[in-house]
């Protein structure tokens, strides 16, 4: 088993930043994909960033230029850098953790993210006011 657990989300107003942050009890994957989702009220979960073991990165278009994915391996500590935040950024935020090579591509195709990604963390809450 592996618990993940959110931390960095809060109330900015637009145009401002902020750091999410997802620590992992453990690795249990030599090969795996990390990834960052939301979800806004009444809103499907989507993908939002995947981080593979490699270190090859992926992003939803709608954040490509303003959020940055990375981790840090010797911390089992993974980090989302949102930057220029917009109000429809607005949305509950959860990393995951697939065992494999990322499968983010599929998800920002439409399928469920819930295919791919085993292990969720309980999310972190992320307000852009205008």
């Known amino acids: 088993q592996v618990q993940l657990v959110e931390s960095g989300g809060g109330s900015v107003q637009a145009g401002g930043s902020l750091r999410l942050s997802c620590t992992a009890s453990?690795?249990?994957?030599?090969?795996?994909?990390m990834g960052w989702f939301r979800q806004a009220p009444g809103k499907e979960r989507e993908g939002v960033a995947g981080?593979?073991?490699?270190?090859?990165?992926s992003y939803a278009d709608s954040v490509k230029g303003r959020f940055t994915i990375s981790e840090d391996n010797a911390k089992n500590t993974l980090y989302l850098q949102m930057n220029n935040l917009k109000p429809e950024d607005t949305a509950m935020y959860y990393c995951?953790?697939?065992?494999?090579?990322?499968?983010?591509?599929?998800?920002?195709?439409?399928?469920?993210?819930?295919?791919?990604?085993?292990?969720w963390g309980q999310g972190t809450q992320v307000t852009v006011s205008s």
């Open positions: 453990r690795l249990i994957y030599s090969t795996y994909c």
């Open positions: 981080i593979d073991s490699d270190g090859s990165t």
């Open positions: 995951a953790l697939q065992r494999g090579m990322c499968r983010l591509s599929r998800v920002f195709a439409g399928d469920d993210p819930f295919t791919y990604f085993g292990f």
